[in-house]
């Protein structure tokens, strides 16, 4: 007999199932009563053969899998469309697929039956559907081919778009969830192809493209199924947050803003994968960036939200290899700043550029890529205003800041915020907010340049330092009369102190780069 501590069977854990489905169907459906009975028997006599069935007998368990006795009554049940029992029937098949018990031909099988329920079933079969695609697609990935892949996938798209709230938040929480293995799957699998590619020209001594026609990106990702995969379905993803016709998942709509997050979800996730790999830098060059520049014009709060986050990870991620489009990303944020813009659209912008500014790295990273390879050594500025993109975001805040002139004498308070708009992902509307919200939202991301600016300045390495000259010249211009406004116009205690901190660091800066101009200022 097996020991008391050996796994359970697949009988153990299916036979209440059986047995209830047995029970069920009575005399209105004798071909399932029996058809339990009759997986019963099967899996007994398996598990008699195979030492009782446990889980770590492969032959075992390829015998379940392959045995049509076994998944006749679920189907029979789901063909019944009676709800008791096609939920029961879901579950059970569940198990089976957590099992792996069930083959490819039969999970293409049942995949018809999940597409038919996610689209027209009860709220509780639909939750069972889901339950079971999330099960099939977090199986064995590598196992499954592309039309079993992109099956549950649609599975799952369907009923984030159902009419019970409940089922939409668990089928977007598993899309997100099976989106990430998906992606993780394909950056193993691609380090390891890539690898043995290495390996195998090294051993014959010649390089790639030596003996016939070099492949394209495309081509090469073929032969790394889960790549492909993956690749197909950013680009749909893509497509379907706009509105066009996706080419790999059969679906016609997709909400934007959860396309959006799900697209950002990815370029998050996957910096390494997405910059290195050709294929998927041409598609972002394409396809995500078109899609950015497209929906940030003119959108409501729900949609500004995602598109600044997406552009968040953008510029954090790819601005080494997204140079133009990054540029133009950051200088649409800045112009975001107008006064004719509403006031969460402002704190939406300055949002974006306080995170940016509070990255000293980062900072430092977009002076060196832009504005210091326009730098102009022996006249010390900067030569036209063309990718100059530090300096277009300090006087993009300088100039905001001038434009609190006309507010109330004395009125400019220090607010402390809570949950940024950025994060409000559940709003449909955009939050009642006040002049004090973005009035520290501008001094905190002119504070953050200060701070990077200190940081290069205190490195001690002499590049930090040139670096930290640059971007002094660059700021001070615009930097040092916002404070001076900001000054003039506040009473309140928090926001005084703050202000002159920010005199204080720069003045240190300066002196320590030697800098006589913006300390006489």
């Not at 969830?177 to 195998?200: P, R």
């Not at 394409?286 to 409501?300: H, W």
Request: hydrophobic fraction near 45%; aromatic fraction near 6%; proline fraction near 3%.
């Amino acid at each position: 007999m097996a020991s008391a501590d050996a796994p359970k069977g697949i009988l153990s854990v299916l036979q209440p199932d059986l047995r209830a489905l047995a029970l069920g169907a009575r005399r209105k459906h004798e071909g399932i009563k029996e058809a339990a009975e009759r997986a019963i028997e099967r899996l007994r006599r398996l598990e008699e053969r195979h030492k009782f069935g446990v889980d770590q007998n492969s032959e075992y368990i390829a015998a379940v899998a392959e045995s049509p006795e076994i998944l006749q009554p679920f189907t029979l049940a789901l063909d019944s469309k009676v709800d008791k029992m096609v939920a029961l029937a879901m579950g059970s098949i569940q198990k089976l697929v957590a099992h792996k018990a069930v083959s490819l031909p039969n999970i293409k099988k049942l995949l018809r039956y999940l597409k038919a329920y996610a689209a027209h079933g009860s709220d509780s079969v639909q939750l069972k559907t889901l339950q079971v695609a999330v099960a099939i697609l977090t199986s064995d990935m590598k196992k499954m081919d592309q039309v079993a892949l992109t099956a549950s996938l649609e599975v799952c798209f369907r009923l984030q778009a159902c009419k019970n709230q409940g089922i939409r938040n668990t089928a977007a929480a598993a899309l997100r969830q099976v989106i990430s293995m998906m992606f993780d799957t394909a950056a193993g699998d691609w380090a390891a192809y890539k690898q043995a590619q290495g390996s195998a020209e090294g051993k014959a001594g010649e390089g790639a493209g030596a003996g016939g026609k070099e492949m394209s990106g495309e081509e090469e990702m073929k032969k790394v199924p889960s790549m492909w995969g993956a690749y197909q379905l950013l680009r749909d993803l893509c497509c379907l947050t706009v509105g066009d016709m996706p080419a790999w998942i059969r679906m016609e709509q997709l909400d934007p803003n959860f396309g959006l997050e799900l697209i950002e979800a990815v370029l998050a996730a996957q910096p390494q994968l997405l910059s290195t790999t050709p294929a998927f830098l041409e598609l972002l060059r394409d396809r995500v960036c078109p899609l950015v520049v497209q929906l940030l014009k003119g959108s409501k709060f729900p949609t500004l939200i995602r598109v600044q986050r997406t552009i968040l990870v953008l510029v954090r991620h790819y601005s080494g290899v997204l140079v133009a489009e990054c540029e133009m990303y950051l200088t649409a944020t800045a112009r975001l700043l107008g006064d004719r813009k509403e006031l969460w659209v402002q704190a939406v912008a300055l949002e974006s550029l306080r995170e940016l500014s509070n990255s000293s790295q980062l900072m430092g990273q977009l002076c060196q890529r832009y504005d210091m390879t326009r730098q102009d050594k022996s006249k010390g500025v900067v030569e036209g205003e063309e990718a100059n993109l530090f300096f277009v975001i300090i006087a993009a805040l300088g100039v905001y800041v001038q434009t609190m002139y006309g507010w109330d004498e004395k009125g400019l308070k220090y607010f402390k915020y809570h949950v940024r708009c950025l994060d409000q992902l559940a709003a449909t509307e955009p939050p009642v907010l006040t002049d004090r919200y973005v009035v520290t939202l501008a001094l905190e991301s002119l504070l953050g340049c200060v701070n990077s600016i200190e940081v290069f300045c205190d490195s001690g390495k002499e590049s930090d330092k040139e670096l930290a000259v640059v971007m002094s010249q660059l700021a001070w211009p615009s930097m040092l009369p916002a404070f001076e406004m900001l000054l003039a116009r506040t009473d309140d205690e928090e926001l005084v102190h703050a202000i002159l901190q920010g005199y204080q660091s720069f003045t240190h800066s300066c002196g320590m780069l030697g800098l006589q101009t913006p300390r006489g200022m």
